[in-house]
């Protein structure tokens, strides 16, 4: 479990790719300190398990679901990533609750400023959508972030220089791709909320079915 408050900017020494899975060795100093084998760093919002590591680096591996789903796969030597170790039971919650299961992807539309702010609008699927709501919670590539307008097509936040000086957010061009989290309470709420009803009946394709829907 993590906050979306990003610890480090790592950046990806080497990347050894499989068939379709990938090992991954980023450069990293503060989220090594106190790191086991076997622990869990929220790499670009994706929760990846330690397999290695020394002072400098650590590696990790990432399956083919990952690559499928989330902008790892477009990673390469000197990319740079949002890190951020688990939290701790006696950490504060300063971001939101962030599990590191990304929902899937967007596509920055739009980034433009506004006085000491920047605006970045991302456009994303109808499924991730229907879970964004305004000044609800966002992760982006593992940032906590506030979402300040929401539509049927996509949703923006508002970037403060702080969270432009230590995340790896605006670097990002227009047709970019990332990472998408969105708040897991709508999502278990949703769940409770079908618990129990009956699956819907699937009528098959018949010459009377035709002639009820007007065919």
């Known amino acids: 479990m993590f906050t979306g408050l990003i610890e480090e900017i790592g ?15 980023i450069k990293a100093t503060k989220i ?13 919002g994706v929760c990846l398990t330690v397999t290695e ?10 399956m083919a679901e990952t690559i499928r789903s989330s902008n790892l796969g477009k990673l390469k030597p000197g990319s740079l990533v949002n890190l951020e170790r688990a939290l701790r039971a006696s950490d504060r919650l300063g971001g939101h609750i962030v599990s590191g299961h990304i929902d899937g992807i967007g596509t920055i539309l739009d980034i433009y400023k506004e006085d000491n702010a920047t605006w970045v609008a991302i456009e994303t699927t109808a499924y991730i959508l229907k879970y964004i709501v305004h000044k609800g919670s966002i992760a982006i590539d593992g940032i906590s972030l506030t979402v300040a307008y929401v539509d049927a097509q996509k949703f923006k936040v508002s970037i403060i ?3 432009k000086g230590e995340t790896t957010l605006l670097n ?3 047709g970019d791709v990332v990472n998408l989290e969105s708040d897991i309470m709508s999502k278990y709420i949703e ?12 009528k098959a394709i018949s010459r009377d079915f035709l002639i009820e829907h007007g065919f």
Do not use: C, M, Q, W
């Open 191 to 202: 769940k409770l909320l079908k618990y129990g009803e009956a699956p819907k009946e699937k």
């Open 172 to 174: 990002n061009k227009i």
């Open 11 to 25: 950046e990806i020494l080497s990347i050894g790719k499989g068939a379709r899975s990938a090992r991954i060795t």
């Open 53 to 62: 590591f020394n002072k400098s680096s650590f590696s990790v591996d990432v």
């Open 161 to 163: 220089p702080h969270t």
């Open 32 to 44: 090594l300190e106190g790191t086991n084998i076997g622990d869990s760093i929220n790499t670009n």
